[in-house]
């Protein structure tokens, strides 16, 4: 799952974002990926290199349409090991690609932003974090806009965020777990100006029932994200844990597939009316609630169940022994409603991270 704490990384963000929608007369080039209107591409965008000299290339798909209209920017994988985004991109490819003559605008994907860490280990499985990077790993997502006398994320993440910010009129990243049983959900920046009112109205059209949401603010540096949007380019992050009504723990991907294609009708790039719900849930993080750690190592299980309420101090879990007892009790560090929990395995030890992710109503 896309791990957020909104203030503890600070970036300077410096963007050239002056554009209306894209024309889609234009030719659109990332990487080797290169499409003129009512064309599309396959190519790598170059992040940089392995100790062998082997070049590091992501995946890139560009869909140009045969009308103007805006350019949608997608990403998977940011998260090495959370697929669902990266089956969304190829499923979107599949879905988008016999309407490019009638599409307004463009689609951009990168379904694999993070390949080092998707590559993971030999026998298969990918890890979180990118594995080229001599500290052992940062945390993709938080790199942006980049640095290029950073570690091989900061520096591929600007790479990125330089052919992003390029052509982009709106962004989103997919994200999803197959570690915590929980709800899909929308990430979303909330503050004052168009940028934010816009991001808003393409979150709510994502049609998942949970907002995530952030308040800006205004008296700390801004995230990357934040820039991008007070620029005039709304940024959103899907979140898929799959299964019905949105509920889950695997890889499943109708959800951001169907939210993106809802969003797209929304921005008139294709055919048909937008749905939008009237019916969503927002919430945000309290200090304590994003995330809830083990202290005693053992065998988990959750005494609620997702998107049941519950209290600050309410028992909400358990941690057993090889024989029986009970070494820890868990309980809910703030009132809220439970998004997810821990779900990958029942044995966890002390200081697994997210054992609950618990949000409270805004």
């Known amino acids: 799952m896309l791990k957020i704490d909104v203030r503890t990384y600070i ?27 009512n064309q599309r591409s396959n190519g790598h965008l170059n992040v940089g290199d392995l100790p062998d000299g082997s070049a590091i290339n992501l995946p890139v798909m560009i869909l140009n349409g045969a009308k103007a209209g805006p350019v949608l920017w997608l990403h998977g994988l940011e998260d090495g090991n959370e697929y669902p985004g990266c089956m969304a991109c190829i499923e979107l ?30 026998w298969g499985g990918g890890i979180r974090n990118a594995t080229a990077d001599l500290d052992g790993g940062f945390a993709f997502p938080r790199q942006y806009p980049g640095n290029r006398n950073g570690g091989f994320s900061p520096q591929a993440a600007g790479v990125v965020w330089s052919a992003l910010t ?59 994200d934040e820039g991008l949007i007070e620029k005039g380019v709304p940024v959103v992050s899907g979140e898929s844990n799959g299964g019905p009504n949105g509920i889950g723990l695997g890889w499943e991907c109708s959800s951001l597939v169907n939210g993106t294609l809802n969003v797209m009708r929304y921005l008139k790039m294709i055919d ?91």
């Not at 934010?196 to 800006?216: C, Q, S």
């Open 11 to 37: 970036c300077s963000v410096q963007l050239i974002c002056d554009k209306g929608d894209h024309m889609s007369s234009e030719t659109i080039e990332v990487g080797s990926a290169r499409a003129g209107s």
């Open 93 to 122: 490819a599949k879905i988008l690609t016999p309407q490019i003559s009638k599409m307004n605008g463009a689609v951009v994907m990168l379904p694999a932003v993070n390949l080092t860490a998707f590559r993971g280990n030999p």
């Open 166 to 224: 390029k052509y982009a009129t709106h962004h989103i990243t997919f994200h999803g777990s197959g570690e915590m049983y929980g709800v899909d959900r929308v990430l979303l920046f909330h503050g004052a100006g168009k940028g934010y009112e816009e991001t808003d109205k393409i979150a709510r059209a994502f049609g998942m029932k949970v907002l995530l949401r952030f308040d800006v603010d205004p008296s700390k540096p801004k995230m990357a």
């Open 272 to 362: 048909g009316e937008a749905k939008l719900r009237n019916d969503h849930m927002v919430v945000t993080y309290k200090a304590g609630g994003s995330g809830v750690y083990s202290h005693r190592g053992g065998f988990f299980r959750s005494h609620v169940k997702v998107l049941e309420k519950v209290s600050k101090d309410q028992t909400i879990g358990e941690i057993h022994n090889f024989f029986g007892d009970t070494v820890e009790t868990i309980k809910s560090p703030v009132d809220g409603v439970v998004l997810g929990y821990w779900g990958k395995c029942p044995q966890i030890g002390s200081g697994q991270y997210r054992v609950f992710e618990i949000a409270s109503p805004v």
